[in-house]
Structure formats: C-alpha cells, structure tokens
C-alpha cells in the first residue's frame, strides 16, 4: 500500500513501512493503563504517540484498562483516566479491560499446555527467583517441567478451582532456562491469588501475567503496533513467544519509546499515590501534583501538556526534559487566550489630589491585546486608588522603572500620575502617597505621549475586591550530594498563601476555572469565592 504520510520519528517509520509491505492493512493502536492511580504527565506523552498515531494514520486507538492485578486496582482510577484521556482532547475508539479476556486468555493457556508449551510448576516465588540464574549463569530447569499434558491440564483446572492456596502453583512457559534473555527462562504465565477483583468479583482466584495478558489482548482486538516504554524491551521476544504460540493470525507488533522524564518531577504511580496518603499533598489532583488532574486543577491548558509532549518529541534514548519547558508551553498558550485582569499584591493607597472625591472616570481595556475577540470591559478610576508597593520607592536603585518622588508613571489603560507627596508611618515605612492625574493624558489623548518611565497596575479602593492568591512552587527541590530519596527532597515551601490582595471586579466575574493573567505578576486561575491558583510566572526561566 502507497502511503502519503510523512514519518516525524521512528515509530511512524515502522508504521509507514509496515503499510508499504503489506503487513498490517491499517493501523489500530492502543493506550493500556493499569487502573491503580491517575494518570500523570509521562502517561500524556503515551497518550500523544499512540492518538497522534491514530489522527495522522487514519487508524483507530483503543482504551484497555490492563486490569490484572487486582489488589491494587479500583474503579476510581478508571473513572478519573477517562475524564483525564477526554481533557486531553483524545476519544478512543474502543474501552476494554483485559479483564474481559480472561476466559479467552485461560483458554489459550490450555492450548498451550495441550502443546506441551506450558507446564504447572509448584515451586514457590523465592525458589524460581533463586533457580532463574543470573545475566552470566543459565537457570536451573524446575523439578516439574516434565510432567505430562495431562497431569498439567489437570492440575491447571484445579488451581482455577481454586484446590490450592494462593502461590502454591503457577503455570509457567515452557521456553528455555539458558536464554540470554532472563524473561524467556519459563517465565509465569498465570498465579493464585485470592483477592477480589473490581470488575470480575470473586470469580478467578487465579490471574494472568501482563507478559501473557498483553499480547494476547492486544491480539484478540486486531491492534497493530503496541506501543511501550523502554523497559519491555527485554520482554519483546517473550511478547512474539506468546502471540506465535497462541496461532495469532495477525500478531501485533511491539514498539519501544524512551519514557518521558522531567528533572524534579516524580513519575511513578506508586510514589505519588504515597503523597497522597500520608497527606503531603490535598489529593490526586492537588494543583502541585504532577498528574493530569493536578495540571487541570492547575490551570494548565490541554493544548499546552500536548504541545509540550510534541516539543519533546519521540527519542529511543532515556534522558531528563527541563520543566521550564513545560512552563513555557503553559505561558505561551495562555499568553494567547488569558485576559488580563489588574491586581494589586501588596496594595499601597494613593490620592490622586486632582480628582475630586465621588468622580468616576471610566475607560475600556481590551480582555487580551493579542486576542482581538476577547472584547473590552471597563476599568473605573476614582480619587483613592492601590498600586503596588513595590512600584514606588523612595531611594530608587539605578534604572528604577516606577513611581519616586517627584516622578511620573501611567496608570494602565488611564492616566499619567505625577508624584506630589509621600505620608510616612512612625517607622519611616510608607504609609500612602499623594499624586496628581496629568489630563488628557490617557492614551490617544492629547497630553498621552509625555514620556513615562512605565506603566503599572491599578485598582480603585472603592471597587476592589480582596483575594487570596496560592502561589505554588516545585514539589520537590533538586538532587542533592547523595539525596536521591524523593521523601527527603519534599520543598516545605510548594505552597505560599498570599492574603489581602486586591483585585479589579473583572477578575471575579468570570467561572470558575476561568484564566487570566494578572499584568506584571503572573498567570492565575479562579479557583471559586475569592481565591486564585498561581498556574506559572509571567518570566521566562527556559533557555532554548
Ligand atoms: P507508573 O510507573 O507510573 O505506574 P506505568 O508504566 O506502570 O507507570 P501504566 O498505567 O502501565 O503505568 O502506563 C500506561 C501507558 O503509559 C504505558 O504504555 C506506559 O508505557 C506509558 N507510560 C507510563 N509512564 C510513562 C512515561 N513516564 N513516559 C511515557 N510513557 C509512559
Ligand atoms: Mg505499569
């Protein structure tokens, strides 16, 4: 088959040539998350490759819940991957749980044992971990290799009826013992264990392996190229073992990708499930967790999570992507569709002397200047107004760019003020200041190109509205010396409360969720009453 695709990495270079040759005759891939936590950012890059696969290729991509570990498995889990795949913006064609193929997976273990390709082995875990041999030893062949078919179909369909305690047996492959590779020395195929199991219940006390689920689900839903992480490299042969034994008629075929890993970013389902439970963080979804859901309670655009998946690319090499990369991806999306809104973090009261007490001037601002459909709202400036503390000084360092004494500034979207007076509290710190509008000063006016040293943000005291402002920092900080334990590397400062803002209505008029970006602070999200998430600074810290 011609295909006018363009690979951009070497996946889609199998893809295109397994099309060209006639391999597959179309492209089925699939995203199989094991439901025992939510999804963090490392499943997003998956979720890209194999959706991205899907959209560029024409082709399908399945949602299969690789469920077959029921002790640490629960419906929560597959409830909230779902919310975060269709957040992303991703719709699978398909929703299956390996856990439906547990009767076909058990039958194509008979089939294997009636091939002699399979054998019940009652040593116990520590003694084929022992007998397995080492990287330079071969294993040691399990006394119970040689049984027959029949004493092993025998005793295969009474550990499923449940005649045995759980790890007394397990049904291994029958491949070699002295295989380079350690995976193919009679690895385990099924194992007893009696746990309850979120979809199936009680019914099987023994489970499937994911080296033989795997393949055998990816098989029995016609998927082409399974995609996965560097690790099952090694278990590739053992993945063509059991689709060759099993007579696939269209075996898949497996492709590995370097997982995605972000410096100071924990990426394991298990250490963030640990945050959670021992409360160093609220939830799952905690706005400093590196999840899905974190991102989301963030703020963070699904645009932006995919486009940095993209900037990072497919690369066959394990290595460590800055997070200022994501961030910058989260400030250049914003940057597009944020409006902006004027807050005040340490207010600092100014009278404007010339303007008498009870007038209203109003003057409209656009919601984004680079967004023109974002439309305007009104600002309203009146005689007692906030800046920010700091954007006055009294001994202003060189190259000071705000308010001093006796200078000037514009007030964003309004007028010139110039400085006319300083009040001062008994310690010599400033109490408030007094200036004075310069009229037809605001832009297009007459007096609106005077020279300023900048422009600073504002907020009428009669109109605004206290906020509380969570800023949130890293999770972790860095790696020191020998401190590689990420228990020992929680940040005490992840989260700063900041109370007494003051904000311009505009900033709570929108939803919750809805984002802005705070001129000269930062991007946040309404977070409902009167709190704001910090999602990311305005500044740059990423270095192409
Ligand atoms: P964890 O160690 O966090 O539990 P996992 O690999 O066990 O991760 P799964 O639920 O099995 O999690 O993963 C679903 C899919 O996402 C798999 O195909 C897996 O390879 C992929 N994936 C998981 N983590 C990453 C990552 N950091 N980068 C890229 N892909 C990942
Ligand atoms: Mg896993």
Not at 166 to 183: C, E, F, Q, T, Y
Not at 428 to 446: R, T
Request: aromatic content about 10%; hydrophobic content about 35%; glycine content about 6%.
């Amino acid at each position: 088959m011609a295909v006018d695709v363009t690979p951009s990495n070497f996946i889609e270079d199998f893809i295109v040539e397994d099309l060209e040759s006639g391999r597959y005759p179309y492209v089925y891939t699939r995203f199989p998350p094991e439901p025992n936590g939510y999804l963090h950012i490392g499943h997003s890059k998956s979720l890209c490759i194999n959706f991205g696969i899907k959209e560029k290729f024409n082709g399908r991509c399945n949602l299969r819940f690789d469920d077959t570990n029921p002790t640490k498995e629960d419906v929560e889990y597959v409830e909230s991957i779902k919310e975060d795949i269709r957040w992303l913006g991703f719709q699978w064609d398909k929703e299956l749980y390996a856990s439906d193929y547990f009767e076909r997976t058990y039958e194509l273990a008979e089939k294997l044992i009636l091939k002699g390709v399979a054998y019940v082995c009652d040593l116990s875990a520590d003694e084929i971990r022992e007998t397995r041999g080492t990287l330079n030893e071969p294993g040691k062949e399990s006394p119970y290799r040689n049984r027959s078919v029949d004493e092993n179909l025998a005793l295969f369909r009474d550990m499923r009826a449940g005649k045995f305690p759980d790890g007394s047996k397990v049904l291994r492959a029958k491949i070699d013992m002295a295989s380079p590779n350690i995976n193919m020395r009679d690895p385990v195929l099924y194992r007893i264990v009696r746990a309850r199991h979120h979809r199936t219940g009680d019914k099987w006390c023994i489970y499937p392996m994911y080296d033989f689920a795997h393949p055998i689900g990816d098989a029995l839903d016609g998927i082409t190229h399974s995609i996965c992480t560097l690790e099952f490299e090694d278990h590739r042969p053992l993945y063509d073992w059991v689709t060759e034994q099993c007579e696939f008629e269209m075996p898949p075929r497996q492709i590995e990708f370097a997982r995605l890993n972000i410096k100071n970013t924990i990426m394991s389902k298990r250490y963030l499930k640990k945050l959670v439970e021992e409360g160093v963080v609220t939830g799952w979804n905690d706005p400093r967790m590196p999840t899905l859901s974190g991102m989301r309670e963030r703020g963070y655009p699904p645009d932006a999570v995919k486009e940095f998946c993209s900037r990072v690319g497919v690369a066959k090499a394990n290595s460590e992507v800055d997070p200022g990369l994501l961030e910058f991806c989260v400030r250049e999306e914003l940057n597009r569709t944020a409006d902006r809104a004027m807050v005040t973090e340490r207010p600092l009261k100014v009278t404007i002397d010339n303007l008498p007490e009870g007038e209203a001037r109003e003057f409209s601002v656009l919601n984004n200047p680079n967004s023109p459909d974002s439309g305007t709202h009104n600002v309203i400036l009146r005689r007692d107004i906030y800046i920010d503390e700091s954007d006055f000084s009294l001994n202003p360092p060189p190259k000071y760019k705000r308010l001093t004494e006796g200078g000037t500034i514009r007030l964003k979207g309004a007028y010139i003020l110039r400085h006319v007076g300083t009040e001062l509290n008994g310690d010599g710190s400033v109490k408030a200041l007094h200036c004075e509008y310069i009229e037809d000063s605001q832009s297009g006016g007459a007096n609106s190109s005077m020279k300023v040293k900048g422009t600073v943000q504002w907020v009428s005291v009669a109109d605004a509205q206290d906020v509380v402002l969570n800023k949130y920092e890293s999770l972790l900080v860095d790696a020191k010396d020998g401190v590689t334990d990420f228990n020992e590397r929680i940040n005490p400062d992840s989260l700063k409360v900041v109370a007494g803002a003051k904000a311009e209505p505009f900033a709570l008029s929108k939803a919750e969720g809805a984002t802005f970006q705070f001129m000269r602070m930062a991007y946040y999200k309404y977070a409902g009453g009167n709190l704001f998430y910090r999602i990311v600074e305005l500044k740059d810290s990423f270095n192409k």
